[in-house]
C-alpha cells in the first residue's frame, strides 16, 4: 500500500495530530518511525462510546484491538451465577486485546464503557498484513511489547512494594493539572472501579483516603481538593 498523506490519513482514520503524538508513547506502537506507524494504522479508526457500551464479551473472535485516547475501559470475567470479577481497567494511553489476536483468537475477558470514551480500533486483519508485508515493522512491534512486559512486571512490583496510600497518591497524580499548588477535579471512575485498578479492596482505598487527608487531599463525592499537589508528590517517596 502506497503511503497516505497526513491530511488523508486523518480524514480516512480519524486520528488528529494530537492524537497521533500520543500514539507515539504507546508501547505497541512505539519505536518506530512516523511513516511505518502511520502505515500499520491504515485501517484503523477513531470511535466514540458512550458509558455503558459493551465493546465485546468473553469467549468472542477477537477481531481488533484498541487504544484508548479518551475515558476508561472496564475488563471483567462474569461466572455461571453471574457474579462478576473484574480482571483491569483501562485509562486514556492504554491499549487492550492485542494479545487475543496472536494467541487464541478468542477474547479471554468481556469489556465495558464505565466512562464516555473515544477509542482507537485496530482491525486484526489490516494489522498482520502489515505485518507480514514489513517484517521490519513486526520486529518493532516485538520490540515494544518487550517493553511493555517490563512494564507490567514494574507494574507487580509496585503493587508488592508501594503501600496502598502511595498507589492511590500515584494514581491521583496523574489526574492533576499542576505541578504544584492547589488543585481540583472530578475522580473518572467509581470508587470501587478505582480500587481495582490499584489491586486492593474498597475498604483499604477508604483507609488511603483517610490518610491522604493528613496533607490535604480531600474527597467530596466524587470531587478530589488537594491542597497541596507537591506533597502529593512527597507521598511516593515516603515510607507509609
Given at each position: 500500500?502506497?503511503?497516505?498523506d497526513?491530511?488523508?490519513f486523518?480524514?480516512r482514520?480519524g486520528?488528529?495530530?494530537a492524537d497521533?503524538?500520543?500514539?507515539?508513547?504507546?508501547p505497541?506502537?512505539?519505536?518506530m518511525t512516523d511513516?511505518?506507524?502511520?502505515?500499520l494504522l491504515?485501517?484503523?479508526?477513531?470511535?466514540k462510546?458512550?458509558r455503558?457500551?459493551?465493546?465485546?464479551?468473553?469467549?468472542?473472535?477477537?477481531?481488533?484491538?484498541f487504544?484508548i485516547l479518551?475515558?476508561?475501559?472496564?475488563?471483567?470475567?462474569?461466572?455461571?451465577?453471574g457474579?462478576?470479577?473484574v480482571?483491569?481497567?483501562?485509562g486514556?494511553g492504554?491499549?487492550?486485546a492485542?494479545?487475543?489476536?496472536?494467541?487464541?483468537?478468542?477474547?479471554?475477558?468481556?469489556?465495558?464503557?464505565?466512562?464516555?470514551?473515544?477509542?482507537?480500533?485496530i482491525?486484526r486483519?489490516?494489522?498482520?498484513?502489515q505485518?507480514r508485508?514489513?517484517p521490519?515493522i513486526?520486529l518493532?512491534m516485538?520490540?515494544?511489547?518487550?517493553?511493555?512486559l517490563?512494564?507490567?512486571?514494574?507494574?507487580?512490583e509496585?503493587?508488592?512494594?508501594?503501600?496502598?496510600?502511595?498507589?492511590l497518591?500515584?494514581?491521583?497524580?496523574?489526574l492533576?493539572?499542576?505541578?504544584e499548588?492547589?488543585?481540583e477535579?472530578e475522580?473518572?471512575?467509581?470508587?470501587?472501579?478505582i480500587?481495582?485498578?490499584?489491586?486492593?479492596?474498597p475498604?483499604?482505598?477508604?483507609?488511603?483516603l483517610?490518610?491522604l487527608?493528613?496533607?490535604?487531599?480531600?474527597?467530596e463525592?466524587?470531587?478530589v481538593?488537594?491542597?497541596?499537589?507537591?506533597a502529593l508528590h512527597?507521598?511516593?517517596?515516603?515510607?507509609?
Open positions: 500500500m502506497a503511503l497516505l497526513r491530511d488523508t486523518e480524514r482514520t486520528i488528529r495530530t497521533f503524538e500520543h500514539l507515539k508513547k504507546i505497541l506502537l512505539a519505536g511513516d511505518a506507524r502511520m502505515s491504515a485501517d484503523a479508526t477513531v470511535r462510546y458512550p455503558g457500551t459493551s465493546l465485546f464479551m468473553q469467549g468472542e473472535p477477537a477481531d481488533r484491538f487504544v479518551d475515558g476508561w475501559v472496564k475488563g471483567f470475567r462474569q461466572a455461571p451465577d457474579h462478576e470479577s480482571i483491569a481497567v483501562f486514556p492504554e491499549s487492550f492485542e494479545a487475543a489476536m496472536f494467541v487464541s483468537g478468542n477474547f479471554p475477558i468481556s469489556t465495558e464503557i464505565v466512562a464516555d470514551a473515544r477509542l482507537l480500533v482491525p486483519n489490516g494489522l498482520l498484513k505485518l508485508d514489513d521490519d513486526a518493532k516485538l520490540a515494544s511489547m518487550s517493553a511493555r517490563r512494564g507490567f512486571v514494574q507494574q507487580v509496585q503493587l508488592t512494594v508501594k503501600s496502598a496510600t502511595q498507589r497518591a500515584s494514581f491521583l497524580e496523574k492533576v493539572d499542576v505541578d499548588g492547589a488543585d477535579f475522580l473518572p471512575l467509581d470508587k470501587m472501579l480500587a481495582g485498578r490499584l489491586g486492593m479492596q475498604e483499604t482505598l477508604s483507609r488511603a483517610a490518610k487527608k493528613s496533607i490535604g487531599v480531600v474527597t463525592g466524587h470531587r481538593i488537594v491542597k497541596d499537589v507537591a512527597a507521598i511516593n517517596d515516603d515510607d507509609d
